[in-house]
């Protein structure tokens, strides 16, 4: 129940194209779900975050969009760039942010191509 | 914005030995901080909860013995690896709660590389 299973493994995307990655947990007290881009030899670094009362959040180029009854959720890279390349984690936690532990999930390894 | 340092970035040590990994907040208190493990590829394991003037909480399956912490003030939480083997080489991340733009977020510092010899 504490998991969070996240797919695909890796994706491999042209400029310009859309990267999607999936999420899905099980734990129905999960409230807060946030995506983590991570680049080599770095810390994780926040890119957005959701709550269950949204469907939807967008900010820039990134997009979450949230399946309540489904348990799932996922990140949209609108416009993909060269820089987007990296591994992106989705987490699942309560809120508020950062009081609770996070779960991650396995990791995307995300490769645009110039 | 929040800031989470961590200290060193790496560091290299012969089988046996003990290392320190430092985690500061730089510009905010932090009651609690969290210890990751990273291995090649893999997915962030979380270790422990550090509270700051209590003792840790770990994970099933982390040797409190192995891992000590401690989180003597708000703004600084260590992790000392104990006789250290090459299995412990690994990436150590922690994080901690702070704010940005008024809401809460856990933000995670740069990472700990650490290689046993």
């Known amino acids: 129940q504490q998991q969070v299973k996240q797919s695909p493994q890796s994706l491999i995307v042209q400029k310009g194209g859309i990267s999607i990655i999936n999420c899905a947990y099980e734990n129905t007290a999960f409230d807060y779900f946030p995506w983590y881009q991570q680049f080599p030899g770095k810390g994780p670094a926040l890119l957005i975050a959701i709550r269950p009362d949204v469907s939807e959040k967008k900010e820039g180029r990134f997009t979450i969009s949230f399946n309540k009854s489904a348990k799932q959720f996922s990140l949209h890279i609108m416009d993909s760039q060269p820089g987007d390349s990296a591994t992106y984690f989705c987490a699942a936690s309560m809120d508020p942010p950062g009081t609770y532990k996070y779960i991650f999930g396995t990791g995307t390894r995300l490769k645009v191509l110039a | 914005g929040a800031v989470v340092s961590q200290h060193p970035s790496w560091v290299i040590c012969k089988s046996g030995t003990s290392v320190k990994i430092e985690c500061r907040s730089l510009?905010?208190?932090?009651?609690?901080m969290f210890w990751y493990r990273q291995f090649p590829k893999q997915s962030l394991m979380l270790m422990a909860t550090?509270?700051?003037?209590?003792?840790?909480?770990?994970e099933q399956g982390v040797e409190k013995d192995k891992f000590l912490i401690n989180h003597a003030s708000l703004t600084l939480s260590t992790l000392t690896v104990t006789s250290a083997h090459p299995e412990d080489s690994s990436f150590y991340i922690c994080?901690?709660?702070?704010?940005?733009?008024?809401?809460?977020?856990?933000?995670f510092g740069e990472g700990s590389r650490l290689t046993v010899l």
């Open positions: 550090s509270n700051e003037g209590s003792k840790a909480t770990y």
């Open positions: 994080s901690a709660r702070g704010y940005r733009g008024g809401a809460g977020e856990l933000f």
């Open positions: 510009d905010f208190q932090a009651t609690t």
